[in-house]
C-alpha cells in the first residue's frame, strides 16, 4: 500500500504513481493507493477539480480505479 498526503497539486508525481499501480498486474488485487488531502487552494482557485478528476479518469483508464482510493478532506491516521 502507498499512502501519499498532503495538498493535491501537480508537481507530485501522482500520475506516475498510478501507473506504477497499474503496471504491476501480478497481484493486483493487494496493491493500493490512498492519496489523503484537498485540492491545493490555488489550483482549485484557478483550475476546479480538474486535476482531481482527470487522475480519476487515469485510474478508469488504466483499470485500476478499485485499487486507486482519493479522500478529498484531511483524514486521520485511524481513517488510513
Do not use: W
Not at 499501480?21 to 496493491?31: C, D, L, N
Amino acid at each position: 500500500m502507498l499512502l501519499t498526503f498532503g495538498l493535491l497539486s501537480a508537481e507530485q508525481g501522482h500520475r506516475v504513481c498510478i501507473a506504477r499501480v497499474a503496471g504491476h498486474h501480478p497481484g493486483i488485487s493487494q496493491r493500493r493507493l490512498h492519496r489523503a488531502g484537498q485540492t491545493h487552494p490555488n489550483l482549485l482557485r484557478d483550475e476546479g477539480e480538474a486535476y482531481r478528476l482527470s487522475l480519476e479518469r487515469l485510474a478508469k483508464d488504466l483499470g485500476v480505479q478499485k485499487h486507486v482510493v482519493f479522500f478529498n478532506r484531511f483524514v486521520e491516521v485511524e481513517e488510513s
